[in-house]
């Protein structure tokens, strides 16, 4: 069973830093892509940032130049450093694992965590 955990999340003012951290467990065999994902209140899921297999980070318009994205391949890791943080930037962030392969079901599928909330105010 494959397990996505995130941490990092809190309460930040305006232009300040977050850390936010993500790591995929279980029987890996291998991971398209991960990414991360934020939903605001009211407001669908949007894609923040995400590393395909290439290891060619992509960003959304919104973020670029604020927010870094790295990941480990071989530990199954991802980390997002979002510096300049805005209080638009405040809501429940996911972590996505995207076409998982384990060595029990050599099937790919999608896995979510459960977000980790970041709040932006003074």
């Known amino acids: 069973q494959v397990q996505i955990v995130e941490s990092g999340g809190g309460l930040v003012q305006p232009g300040g830093s977050l850390r936010l951290s993500c790591a995929a467990t279980g029987h890996i065999f291998s991971i398209h892509s991960m990414s991360w994902y934020r939903q605001a209140p009211g407001k669908q899921r949007e894609l923040v940032a995400t590393v395909p297999s290439d290891g060619t980070p992509r960003y959304a318009a919104f973020v670029k130049g604020r927010f870094t994205i790295s990941r480990d391949h071989d530990a199954n890791t991802v980390e997002l450093q979002m510096n300049n943080l805005k209080p638009e930037d405040t809501a429940v962030y996911y972590c996505?694992?995207?076409?998982?392969?384990?060595?029990?079901?050599?099937?790919?599928?999608?896995?979510w965590g459960r977000g980790t909330q970041v709040t932006v105010s003074s």
């Open positions: 996505h694992g995207g076409a998982v392969i384990t060595h029990t079901m050599m099937v790919a599928r999608d896995y």
